[in-house]
Structures are given as C-alpha cells and as structure tokens.
C-alpha cells in the first residue's frame, strides 16, 4: 500500500505539471506513454523487445501518435497510409519467419497498437480541445473507479463479470457511474461554456462515458486473465503497467471523439 501511495504521488507531481502546460511537452509525455503501453502488449505476447516485431510494433504505435504534433505534415492520409505499410510489413514477416511469428502474433500487435495508439492520440486532442475537456475525462475515470470501488466494497453483493474481474459487483458499477454524473455534474455546471451541448446532454454524456469506462476497465482485465499475467507492466510499482492505470481512459476518449467533443 505504501508503495501503491509513493508512486502515485510520484507519478502526480510528473503528470499535473506537463497535463496544465499541454502542447509539446505533453504531447511528448503521451508519445512515450503509448510506446511502454506497446511494449506491454510485446512483453504479454512473450515477444522480445529487441526484435524485428517489436521494432515494427513500435513504428506502428508511432504512425498514429505522431502526426498529432506533425500535422502540417502528416495528413489523414498518410496516417492511415503508414499504419497499413507497417501492416502489410508485418505480415510478410510471418512467411519470412516461418511463422514463428504467425498470424495471431500480428493480429495481437496491430490490435493493440491501434487500441493504445488512437486512445493516447485522443488524450492528446483532448489537451488540444482544452484543460477544461481533458479534466473531464479524467475526473469521468477517476470518479468512477473511486466509487465502484467504495460503493462495491460497502455494499455489493452481485458479482458483475466474475470470470474476468471477480471482485467487481453490479452494486458498484452502477454506484460509481451515479457518483461520476453527480460529481462531474458539479464540474460542468461551473464550466459549461467549455462544452458544446447543453448541462442536460451533457449529464447523459457522462453517464454513457462512465459505462464505457468500465468496460475498458473489463476489457484490460480480460485480456490480462487470457495471458495469465496479473498486471500489464511493471513500471509503476504498486500500480501495474501503463495500459493498467490507463485501460478505462483509452476506452472514454474515442467515445468522447465520436460524441463530437474532440
């Protein structure tokens, strides 16, 4: 626990800083980010990370994470352009391989790069958007885990998905989404001009984007019982890896993209 506190603090006094000045610094932050994240998707699928797969797994990730920064340069276009090159690359490595890296392998490492590469790429939009738009999202995450957590622990008694998160109750999951629209209500309500709907659409919004939290929260926690590990990583002591702290987010950003607000 004392461990679990230390990093926290740690990681806060990094994060806060570089989340309030945006632009660059943060978008640099996020870049690496999604390349440890990209790293634990190797390390899982028991790749090394001094390898031909890992090197094209890592170009993958950077292809989508980059033209945030570079956009004057790479277009739409190319950003899709150069995922599927690498795509492409990646498979004729199956046959160049003998299948020793097959088709499943790919299929994982470009699954992954485009779960973790698009999720972090709208971390970085939202910052682009606004302070006030990214807080939202994570305060949506924060709010939510918190009250599942405490809510689940106080009361919950039917068990949610017991074959992927058996500590998981219905009882908190529906507690922690009402804590997000309550408390997160309170935030809007004070930043409403930061927002293009109404406080009402918006309320809904943070409902749906809690839900869909949680289940980036049980996706995370499916693929790590697939793969037999108990964390994603090991970067963060006491925490796991960074798909770990950030699962719920890489769900809630694309969301909040296809809502319209980034």
Do not use: C
């Amino acid at each position: 626990m004392k461990q679990r506190v230390i990093t926290a603090v740690i990681g806060l006094i990094v994060f806060l800083p570089l989340l309030y000045l945006g632009g660059l610094p943060f978008d640099i932050l996020v870049t690496l980010m999604g390349i440890v994240a990209m790293s634990e998707f190797l390390i899982m699928k028991k790749k090394l990370l001094v390898s031909f797969e890992a090197i094209i797994s890592f170009l993958l990730i950077l292809s989508v994470l980059l033209p945030v920064f570079w956009a004057g340069f790479w277009t739409q276009d190319t950003l899709g352009g150069s995922f599927y090159l690498l795509a492409l690359v990646m498979l004729v490595y199956t046959v160049i391989s003998k299948n020793r890296f097959s088709f499943d392998d790919a299929g994982v490492l470009l699954l992954g790069g485009l779960y973790a590469g698009l999720g972090f790429r709208f971390m970085m939009l939202a910052r682009a958007e606004s302070l006030w738009m990214i807080l939202y999202a994570l305060l949506i995450v924060w709010i939510t885990d918190s009250g599942a957590y405490l809510i689940g622990r106080k009361i919950g008694k039917n068990k949610l998905a017991p074959h992927i998160s058996p500590n998981k109750t219905w009882e908190g999951s529906i507690g922690g989404s009402l804590s997000a629209v309550v408390i997160v209500g309170a935030y809007l309500y004070f930043v409403q001009g930061a927002f293009p709907y109404s406080f009402s659409t918006m309320l809904l919004w943070t409902l749906v984007f809690s839900v869909g939290g949680q289940l980036g929260d049980l996706i995370e926690s499916a693929f790590k019982r697939h793969y037999g590990v108990k964390d994603s990583g090991k970067i963060l002591p006491g925490h796991g890896g960074i798909l770990d702290r950030f699962d719920s987010l890489l769900f809630v950003l694309p969301l909040m993209h296809f809502a319209g607000l980034i």
